[in-house]
T-cell receptor, first 118, second 112 residues
Framework: GAVVSQHPSWVICKSGTSVKIECRSLDFQATTMFWYRQFPKQSLMLMATSNEGSKATYEQGVEKDKFLINHASLTLSTLTVTSAHPEDSSFYIC??????????????FGNGTRLTVT | DAKTTQPPSMDCAEGRAANLPCNHSTISGNEYVYWYRQIHSQGPQYIIHGLKNNETNEMASLIITEDRKSSTLILPHATLRDTAVYYCIVRVSISGNTPLVFGKGTRLSVIA
């Protein structure tokens, strides 16, 4: 089945530094990937849509200059949290859907990246 | 996308069937019902989806009422590893490669 892989699974960084999270579709090509964020005891919230070869689109309230998204290939999207602060500590999850002309196939999710900013 | 309503939590005895309800009374004709679950500190896992017919796979069964206003996810023999938050999501597929919008889900606790 379709596999989406994220790396790293957890990261601890100091306030003010930047952190890059990778999301790969291992057995299919994904022109679009979605990035979510999840705070403790809350549901997943969509942050942005990553589009291969073009700019990402961000949800309202998500700072595009803080959360840099690059989708340079059909199997890799990266999310860079720039100048991280403790309030950016969260669980970041990416997802992608295998090619399907009906767009009916399910979205598959990575196992998430736990970011802790100290 | 239409909204869904799920009970916040449920308990189920190990080995028994877990029946998780979902109300989607405003669902439109071209919206599919998707079920995912999230085990603690992991990404969501796809379980099953359907449009109007009942569906079954190796993980679960999905029963959709005839009027499509509600559905039930059935885990036939729940185990401790099925303890998770279960999300019922409705989505229009023909709208393109769109994301899923997650609600609060149902926290299922399987008890030994």
């Amino acid at each position: 089945g379709a596999v989406v892989s994220q790396h790293p699974s957890w990261v601890i960084c100091k306030s003010g530094t930047s952190v890059k999270i990778e999301c790969r579709s291992l057995d299919f090509q994904a022109t679009t990937m979605f990035w979510y964020r999840q705070f403790p005891k809350q549901s997943l919230m969509l942050m942005a849509t990553s589009n291969e070869g073009s700019k990402a689109t961000y949800e309202q309230g998500v700072e595009k200059d803080k959360f840099l998204i690059n989708h340079a290939s059909l199997t890799l999207s990266t999310l860079t949290v720039t100048s991280a602060h403790p309030e950016d500590s969260s669980f970041y999850i990416c997802s992608a859907r295998p090619p399907d002309p009906t767009y009916n196939s399910p979205l598959h999710f990575g196992n998430g990246t736990r970011l802790t900013v100290t | 996308d239409a909204k869904t309503t799920q009970p916040p939590s449920m308990d189920c005895a190990e080995g028994r069937a877990a029946n998780l309800p979902c109300n989607h009374s405003t669902i439109s004709g071209n919206e599919y019902v998707y079920w995912y679950r999230q085990i603690h500190s992991q990404g969501p896992q796809y379980i099953i989806h359907g449009l109007k017919n009942n569906e079954t796979n190796e993980m679960a069964s999905l029963i959709i009422t005839e009027d499509r206003k509600s559905s039930t996810l059935i885990l036939p023999h729940a185990t401790l590893r099925d303890t998770a938050v279960y999300y019922c999501i409705v989505r229009v597929s023909i709208s393109g490669n769109t994301p899923l919008v997650f609600g609060k889900g149902t926290r299922l606790s399987v008890i030994a």
